[in-house]
Every structure is written in C-alpha cells, then in structure tokens.
C-alpha cells in the first residue's frame, strides 16, 4: 500500500527532476501554487492531506511523466529529498516565543522566502508572538514601513503573516511580485487565472494581477494597532 510519504515524495522528486520547486510544479500544472507546500500536507488537527487524483493527473500531463514513471519515485525510504534537505537546513529556526521579522522593504529582496512564501535564509529580526507559535507553525512578521498603507497601518506597525493558509474574499493578505514588489491589499476576488486587490489607502489604486506573475500570497492574522 501506499503511504503518504510515498506519494508526497514522489511529487517532491518529479518535482527536482525537472528543475521546479514544489510550488513550481503546481504552477506548471496549472494548479494553486500553494498546493503541494509542506504546510498543505498536514490539517490544522495533524490528519494527513493527500494530493488529489486530479491534481496528479494535472501534473503527469504538464511534464510529460507516464504513471509508470511517478510511481517510480516512489521510494521505501521517507527521508528528505536533496531539496527538501536544503530548504530544512536553510529554514529560519525561531527560538523561544519569538517569530522572524523583516521590514516591507527587505521582503522585496531575494533570499529571505523559500518558493512558498515562508521565512527562510538569514538576516531576520525577531519579535515576540502574541500567541503560542506551536499553534501557528511558519508564523512571521513584517514591518510597516512609511504611509503607503494608511490609515488602516501606520509606520511601525508589525503585521504577523500566515504563509500557506487558505485566503478568501476580504481577508487582508501580503503579496509578493516575482519582481520583488511586496504589498498589503485586501482580496476582492479570486479567479483561476487573475486576483483583484484592494488598497488600504484610498490614495492608491486597487491592483489585479495574475497568477503567473504571483510568487507568493499569504493571510495576515494580526496587526500591532
């Protein structure tokens, strides 16, 4: 029978084998780029998340990978691939009640996100969490830096973000360009091609971008008001 691991694995393999990240891969296949992150693995309540047979699908069809060849990847062993390895070693390791902080303006520079959009690589503050990080794994927080967001977040004010929790309409979100370009909107809609946003501040323009030019989107939880 086949495990969990096992499949995730092999998604994780298919993935390496053609030069993709796991959010690369889902992309690719047309999917919700957050689909196949670590975070999307597991339920709040620890049960085990399985990747759909339509999603597999999706996948197999977007490289060109026969079934034969995925379940191939399906390896005994459930260690960490080469990639995975990597992404634990260079994860950011919060100490104590405390989460990574960056400033708005350093999020736009490479080297602080892996491709999911959660903290990683060197160069983090930390601050104190309200609550319990064990309750919110991959928990950060971001800086308020200068007016562009008023009124709604002044300068100073600390968001705290959820990387890979489910956003729905009006929830208030961070989203990262793959041009680096880092802001804080709240999302009007959602479609499978294309995200509206709207500014906080009513000087600014409200934005729709599309997915493809997305790196990564993610909920904030919290403001320091």
């Given at each position: 029978?086949?495990?969990?691991?096992?499949?995730?694995?092999?998604?994780?393999?298919?993935?390496?084998?053609?030069?993709?990240?796991?959010?690369?891969?889902?992309?690719?296949?047309?999917?919700?780029?957050?689909?196949?992150?670590?975070?999307?693995?597991?339920?709040a309540d620890g049960r085990?998340?399985?990747?759909?047979?339509?999603?597999?699908?999706?996948?197999?069809?977007?490289?060109?990978?026969?079934?034969?060849?995925?379940?191939?990847?399906?390896?005994?062993?459930?260690?960490?691939?080469?990639?995975?390895?990597?992404?634990?070693?260079?994860?950011?390791?919060?100490?104590?009640g405390s989460i990574p902080?960056?400033?708005?303006?350093?999020?736009?520079?490479?080297?602080?996100?892996?491709?999911?959009?959660?903290?990683?690589?060197?160069?983090?503050?930390?601050?104190?969490?309200?609550?319990?990080?064990?309750?919110?794994?991959?928990?950060?927080?971001?800086?308020?830096?200068?007016?562009?967001?008023?009124?709604?977040?002044?300068?100073?004010?600390?968001?705290?973000?959820?990387?890979?929790?489910?956003?729905?309409?009006?929830d208030r979100v961070v989203?990262?360009?793959?041009?680096?370009?880092?802001?804080?909107?709240?999302?009007?809609?959602?479609?499978?091609?294309?995200?509206?946003?709207?500014?906080?501040?009513?000087?600014?323009?409200?934005?729709?971008?599309?997915?493809?030019?997305?790196?990564?989107?993610?909920?904030?939880?919290?403001?320091?008001?």
């Open positions: 029978m086949l495990s969990h691991n096992q499949i995730w694995e092999a998604l994780d393999r298919l993935a390496e084998r053609h030069e993709l990240t796991p959010s690369g891969l889902a992309r690719r296949a047309g999917l919700d780029p957050t689909s196949f992150n670590k975070s999307k693995r597991l339920s085990l998340r399985w990747p759909s047979t339509e999603s597999i699908a999706k996948v197999l069809d977007a490289t060109g990978a026969s079934m034969e060849q995925f379940l191939a990847f399906m390896r005994a062993d459930t260690g960490p691939s080469e990639q995975q390895a990597r992404q634990q070693e260079n994860a950011f390791q919060p100490q104590g902080l960056l400033g708005f303006a350093q999020a736009g520079a490479g080297g602080f996100f892996d491709d999911g959009g959660f903290p990683a690589g060197q160069g983090w503050d930390v601050v104190e969490f309200p609550a319990a990080p064990s309750q919110k794994s991959g928990v950060y927080a971001l800086e308020v830096q200068g007016e562009s967001m008023m009124p709604l977040y002044r300068d100073g004010d600390v968001l705290i973000v959820e990387p890979g929790a489910q956003v729905r309409r009006n989203v990262r360009t793959n041009e680096g370009e880092v802001m804080a909107k709240v999302l009007l809609r959602q479609s499978p091609r294309s995200i509206e946003l709207m500014s906080l501040n009513p000087e600014h323009p409200n934005r729709t971008l599309e997915l493809s030019d997305i790196d990564w989107i993610a909920r904030i939880i919290w403001a320091s008001q």
